[in-house]
């Protein structure tokens, strides 16, 4: 801006002294010099008052006005105001447009996204987080999320604070929609919440579950005939000698198919649910002694079977289905151990909780199989697997219960050394006090196949 | 009040404790939701369990009402809320009260339906008791809604559906008349199925007198035993007003 040089401070007391002196020069022509400057002071008093006016108008409408058009000391005053109002106009534009642009960015995210304060309270969300989880832009900031979204595992999920897992929930029950929830903390206690419809999903998931569960139940009956038909034809005596070598093989066939189905059958029960077992106290020892009787009657002596009891806890579960487990480990061992090995049960506990291990002096496996052992229908050596008559399910089987039970499957194995399957079952899934066991609380051990 | 004045407080103790106790009575209404759901498909379903489930987890509705009543007694006993705290305060113990008794609701339908789950299921499956469970459900989640939005025009919208529910109830009832009629063996059955939606229609009613509350605490007036029409124009009138 150009600065006039006569409009600075000296210029302004010159310009007083100048009033008061042409006051001073009419009051003397009139007679009364007093009255003269006095006269001329509250003229440019006057003045000055009206452009102070002027000045407090335009700056409350200034949005609206142009600068009042004073000159001195109002003058700077009011290019100075102004310019400082433009600099601030420009930068306000400068953010919003940059808000906008975020805004505009994040409503055409295909994920719904939420932000809480440390309360848990609604700071902000886009676009697709209210479609999704019904918000309304007016009225739902700073209330609560958890009121809005009442469903109780997902008060849970915020209140345990821990969010490196997601989380699905069917936020209305009865209504096919289904929601993932990833949170992502940041800043002072905060929350980033990013929300998925994941109903398409969702939905595929349990057409496959269902897929698999009815497709095993229609093949049990037709095997069940063909099985029995096999047996009669077995036992026949009027049977060429040439036939009997390959009915005897369709037999054993059939029943591998048998123990497939129904293996599959038991593992789709197992996924129906993700929710952990209560179950009922299990005496280990006895659940041990009851699974070694029946290995060594199955193979008929061929391994060493020694079981190793070294705590008198029992286990808090399901007894069918830690029976099951722990019959599959220990008939996986049996299997894939060659005759004269050794076998071996154990039960030990320790400060991180319950542990059964199976340890076999088979051939180990090798450890680039060890990750994929437990998915179903793997096999390590797909050769052997016809001979040993196993369904390619049981560590699958193994893995579902453990899950069910909060407990872990750990493999340790040395090519030429033998393997070490073990579960690591949690402190709260142990039972103090040895069981008195009654009657059939117990397993029963004629549910293995 | 909404939560901008909630927020205006000198105390933010005390506005944290209210907040806490609000969220807290949301929580339990999620569960009474999520009862009623599980409860109303045990029965459509036939899923025995899922009824036991039901009534063995009305311990916990118990639980929540005690816990969230003996918060508001030390709120009222050691802060001495006025206005429109007090009126949250009164609010929430009746709201309680009311879901307390939804959970209750709930475990006698739980109990009812595990016991049906037995019995042969009728030709039609109960689809009048799922469209009449679906309707009470809406309202028990809108009444909560506004409850958690301070939303009196919803509140009311909620309130008016009450009248639907008690057609509906009517409509059913007079169905059962007729199959009781037709057949002796069906009276059993029917009476059960009375007991499940004279259950679901009290927790529509339930679900109305959260309403009231919401607008008791929105305007601070009354609305039990007034005429909905009346409550409607003088709320209207008070737009206008302000």
């Known amino acids: 801006m150009l600065r006039n040089p006569f409009e ?62 004073a000159g001195g000391r109002w003058g700077d005053a009011v290019s100075l105001v102004s ?165 005897q093989e369709m037999r054993r066939q059939s029943e591998r198919m048998t123990a497939i189905v129904s293996d599959l059958l038991e593992l789709s029960r197992l996924e129906a649910s993700d929710e952990q077992v209560v179950g009922q106290p299990i005496d280990v020892a006895a659940l041990l002694a009851v699974l070694r009787k029946d290995l060594v009657a199955r193979d008929a002596g061929k391994h060493e079977v020694s079981v190793s009891i070294e705590a ?57 199989h060890l990750p994929r052992l437990t998915e179903r229908f793997y096999r390590v050596d797909p050769g052997r697997a016809r001979d040993t008559g196993g369904s390619g399910l049981g560590l699958a089987i193994v893995r579902h219960v453990l899950q069910r039970h909060g407990a872990e499957l750990k493999i340790e194995s040395e090519e030429g050394r033998g393997s070490a399957f073990a579960c690591h079952f949690p402190r709260t899934r142990l039972v103090r006090e040895p069981i008195a066991m009654t009657g059939d609380s117990g397993y029963s051990p004629t549910n293995d196949k | 009040m909404d939560t901008a004045e909630l927020s205006q407080h000198i105390s933010r103790r005390f506005n944290e404790d209210l907040e806490r106790v609000r969220s807290q009575v ?79 609701e709930c475990e006698k339908i739980g109990y009812i339906a595990s016991r049906l789950a037995t019995q042969e299921r009728p030709v039609n499956k109960y689809r009048e008791i799922k469209h009449l469970g679906r309707v009470v459900q809406n309202m028990v989640h809108d009444s909560l809604d506004a409850f958690a939005r301070m939303d009196a025009e919803a509140a009311l919208r909620v309130a008016r559906q009450d009248r639907l529910v008690d057609e509906e109830y009517e409509a059913i009832q007079r169905q059962s008349i007729t199959f009781m009629m037709e057949d002796p063996r069906n009276i059993r059955r029917a009476l059960d199925v009375m007991w499940v939606v004279r259950a679901i229609e009290r927790i529509g009613d339930h679900a109305k007198n959260i309403c009231e509350y919401v607008i008791f605490m929105v305007h601070g007036k009354d609305i039990r035993h007034v005429r909905l029409e009346d409550v409607e124009a003088e709320l209207a009138q008070r737009g206008t007003k302000n």
């Open chain 2, 26 to 104: 949301l929580n339990m209404g999620g569960f009474v939701e999520q009862q009623l759901a599980k409860a109303v498909s045990a029965l459509v379903e036939g899923d025995s369990t899922l009824g036991e489930t039901v009534a063995r987890d009305d311990f916990e509705v118990n639980r929540m009402e005690v816990s969230i009543d003996e918060e508001c007694s030390r709120i009222l006993a050691t802060r001495a809320p006025a206005a429109s705290d007090l009126r949250l305060i009164v609010a929430i113990l009746k709201a309680i009260t009311d879901l307390e008794r939804m959970g209750d």
């Open chain 1, 8 to 69: 600075d401070w000296g210029f302004a007391l010159w310009r007083v002294l100048l009033v008061a002196g042409i006051g001073a020069l009419v009051g003397l022509f009139v007679g009364h010099l007093w009255w003269g400057i006095a006269g001329a002071l509250a003229i440019e008093l006057a003045r000055q008052l009206a452009n102070l006016n002027d000045f407090l108008d335009w700056l409350r409408h200034r949005n609206q006005r142009d600068p009042p058009d």
């Open chain 1, 312 to 368: 008198p806890d029992g286990l808090m579960g399901d007894t069918g289905l830690i029976h099951s487990a722990f019959w599959n480990l220990a008939d996986n061992a049996a299997k894939y151990t060659p005759a004269g090995g050794k076998i071996t049960l154990r039960w030990w506990v320790d400060e991180l909780g319950g542990h059964f291990a199976v340890t076999d002096t088979g051939p180990g496996i090798s450890p680039e």
């Open chain 1, 83 to 247: 310019r400082l109002h433009r600099r601030k106009q420009f930068h306000k534009q400068r953010i919003l447009r940059l808000f906008r642009e975020l805004r505009r960015s994040t409503a055409s995210m295909p994920d719904g996204v939420v932000a809480l304060n440390a309360d848990r309270e609604i700071l902000w969300f886009n676009r697709k987080a209210a479609e999704l989880l019904g918000l309304r832009r007016k009225t739902d900031f700073g209330i609560n999320l958890a009121s809005l979204l009442r469903v109780p595992e997902f008060a849970r999920y915020l209140e345990k604070g821990e969010f490196s897992s997601s989380l699905r929930i069917k936020p209305r029950i009865g209504e096919p929609t289904c929601l993932e929830f990833q949170g992502a903390p940041y800043g002072e206690g905060q929350l980033f919440l990013l929300v998925r419809d994941v109903t398409r999903q969702a939905q595929l998931e349990t057409m496959r579950k269902d897929f698999v569960a009815n497709a095993s139940h229609e093949l049990r009956s037709p095997l069940t005939v063909i099985a029995g038909y096999l047996e009669t034809l077995s036992l026949g005596e009027e049977l060429p000698e040439d036939l009997r070598g390959p009915i």
